[in-house]
């Protein structure tokens, strides 16, 4: 634990450079207490970081990908039969021309 998080006051000079780094106001650092802390964590109930900030609303997937992917599968197995149901209608079509010839 550093000499400053074992005070219990710091010097104006101190809190000027604290505020400073954290890019805050020193009246900001004066005013906080452990209430207003709990409060803040405990305004994020819908598991956001940040509501306002758009970069942040698309890092969460509304879709599962398995999901999809077994769509993808779905899709893909219905392509195969008819392709199998087009190529058995081509052999059926050739097969009429050979027994007519």
């Not at 104006?12 to 452990?34: C, F, H, R, Y």
């Not at 509501?51 to 195969?80: C, H, I, R, W």
């Amino acid at each position: 634990m550093s000499h400053i998080e074992q005070s219990e006051t710091l010097e104006n000079q101190t809190l000027e450079k604290v505020a400073k780094v954290l890019d805050v106001t020193s009246e900001t650092i004066e005013n906080i207490s452990e209430e207003n802390g709990i409060n803040y964590f405990n305004n994020f109930y819908d598991n956001s970081v940040s509501q306002g900030n758009s970069f942040y609303q698309g890092m969460y997937a509304t879709f599962n990908p398995l999901d999809k992917l077994v769509e993808a599968y779905e899709e893909n197995k219905k392509l195969y039969e008819r392709l199998v149901q087009a190529e058995r209608d081509k052999l059926s079509y050739l097969e009429e021309l050979i027994k007519k010839k």
